[in-house]
């Protein structure tokens, strides 16, 4: 069992940034690829972002490519991701996940979620 606490939201302009940290406990952390999905009101969990076990390859959802980065630092068990150029169609709950695969965009590969932490940005 891997257990996940995100940290790091809050309610932010337009155009600010703001770092999401995923801090997990349990089985190794450096054998799970970490993903980040977000879900906003009225709207399906939706991915945005995944790294491998490694932290090595990276993939991004669209939406976010260029303004987002994931990273992680498996001494300290913990995901991070760091989320510039916010805009107000980024609002959402944001969910951290493990993963058993590679790295995966998909929300069935991931076998544990966090509880999420809310991300609000105002126009």
């Known amino acids: 069992q891997v257990r996940l606490v995100e940290s790091g939201g809050g309610l932010v302009q337009a155009g600010d940034s703001l770092r999401l940290s995923c801090a997990a406990s349990?089985?190794?952390?450096?054998?799970?690829?970490m993903g980040w999905f977000r879900q906003a009101p009225g709207k399906e969990r939706e991915f945005v972002a995944a790294t491998s076990r490694s932290g090595g390859p990276t993939i991004y959802a669209d939406s976010v490519k260029g303004r987002f980065t994931i990273s992680r630092d498996n001494a300290k068990n913990t995901v991070y991701l760091q989320m510039n150029t916010l805009k107000p169609e980024d609002t959402a709950v944001y969910y951290c996940a493990g993963s058993q695969t590679i790295i995966s965009r998909l929300r069935a590969d991931y076998n544990y979620w966090g509880q999420g932490t809310q991300v609000t940005v105002s126009s």
């Open positions: 349990g089985r190794t952390f450096s054998n799970y690829a």
